[in-house]
């Protein structure tokens, strides 16, 4: 469903570009309807699923004068048995118009447990550039569940205009599918300060931001690595609950601990905290995932019972990073495959594979055995 996030994008997206989707993925936040253009110059209005209510639908259809359907991710239809595996996103729409408590219950498994899909609902496929794919993507950016609500525009004219008349924020799908790589590519240096760590005192902090104001990443640097050397490295994902909270769900807070000081011991090395929390969905969703979770599924069918894939997670900030750090080859302090293989195609040589095991803890056996058996991981 996502772009490529390492070829360069085909058409340059200039900074005003960036921060206008920033902006719409904020107004999905706040509940904001969104007019969103597609490649073909369709034009819709969106509102993320979580905020559908009866009267924000009905408002979405006297603005937009179209019948809205609810646009979720290929994955999400497929969970639903709606649609086989596929690109794009699905819509769904209802005889008569779809109510606001089935869209969000079509969107969100925590209101449908498997009950049957509302009678007479017709899916269709929407393509990767089409206004719908894009209203979807600006819910995944904004760490929402990735569905929206959509009413076609009859437009007429140009469709800047037509936002602009109704003060509504105007963006093109063009620019939120490569949103992500060009975030990735703006990413500045914007502050580092030493910061002695229990673990590591010879430690530096530099945070990277991008050029639309969007999350920071940080690199924390131990000791003076020579960037003629393979420098030993770990992308850690951001984990509130694992990382500050001690929580006994994962391994992260055991493995950010551990790499610091493993790095130390070793004398020199980086360690960049990537803000992809929940593999890349947010920490609400991840919460969601953890209640489904709770319920007997496993951490890969809870992030696709979402809309999600197993893995959200793009590698190019971190290579981005680490090209600025000055650092091109790399000894890559992971379990997980998927990072050695990205990193790789983002340009970074991975002279090796550190392992980064730690014991269970009596509550992440079933979440490691997972990462094992499902997305390759190797313990
Ligand atoms: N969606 C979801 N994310 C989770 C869950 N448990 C942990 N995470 C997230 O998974 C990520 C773990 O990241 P890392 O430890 O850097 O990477 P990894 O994929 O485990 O691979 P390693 O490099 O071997 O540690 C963090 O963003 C966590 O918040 C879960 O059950 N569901
Ligand atoms: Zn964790």
Redesign the pocket.
């Known amino acids: 469903m996502y772009a490529d996030l390492h070829s360069i994008p085909p058409h340059p997206l200039d900074e005003a570009a960036l921060r206008t989707v920033d902006r719409a993925v904020a107004a999905m936040r706040r509940g904001e309807p969104v007019a969103v253009e597609g490649t073909d110059g369709s034009l819709c209005v969106a509102l993320s699923v979580e905020m559908a209510t009866s009267d924000s639908l009905a408002r979405l259809k006297r603005t937009a004068g179209g019948e809205p359907v609810l646009a979720v991710t290929r994955r999400r239809a497929v969970v639903l048995n709606a649609m086989q595996e596929g690109t794009g996103v699905v819509t769904f729409a209802a005889p008569g118009g779809l109510c606001a408590d089935d869209a969000r219950a079509l969107a969100d498994p925590e209101l449908r447990r498997g009950v049957a899909l509302p009678a007479g609902l017709v899916a269709a496929v929407s393509e990767p550039g089409t206004r719908e794919a894009a209203a979807v993507e600006l819910a995944r950016l904004g760490r929402l569940l990735p569905a929206a609500v959509v009413a076609p525009v009859t437009l007429r004219g140009d469709g800047i205009a037509w936002a602009q008349r109704r003060d509504l924020l105007h963006v093109r799908a063009l620019d939120v599918t490569d949103y992500r790589t060009h975030a990735a590519r703006t990413l500045r240096r914007v502050a580092q300060a030493r910061v002695p760590l229990e673990l590591a005192e010879a430690t530096e902090i530099v945070a990277f931001r991008p050029a639309d104001g969007g999350p920071e990443h940080l690199a924390i640097v131990i000791g003076s690595p020579d960037p003629a050397e393979p420098v030993l490295a ?9 990382d500050l909270l001690g929580s006994l ?4 807070g055991d ?1 950010l601990r551990g790499a610091i000081a493993e790095i130390a011991r070793a004398g020199s090395g980086v360690l960049l905290y ?1 803000a ?6 947010g ?1 609400v ?2 919460l969601r ?2 209640r489904i ?1 709770d319920a007997g599924f496993d ?1 890969v069918d ?2 696709e019972m979402l809309g ?1 894939e197993a ?1 959200e ?1 793009v590698y190019l900030p971190a290579a981005e990073m680490l090209r600025q750090l000055g650092f091109g080859r790399v000894r890559l ?4 495959p ?2 050695l293989r990205e990193l790789a195609r983002c340009g970074i040589e991975v002279v090796e594979r550190v392992p ?1 095991v730690f014991p269970t803890n009596g509550h992440n056996e079933g ?1 490691l055995r997972t ?1 094992a058996e499902r ?1 390759g ?1 190797m313990f």
């Open positions: 770990r992308l850690h994902s951001e984990c509130f609950t694992g769900r994962c391994d992260c493995q990537l992809q929390e929940g593999r890349g969905i920490l969703n991840k995932a953890y979770q951490t809870a992030n999600f893995d997670r302090m992971t379990n997980n998927d990072k980064h979440y990462k997305s991981h």
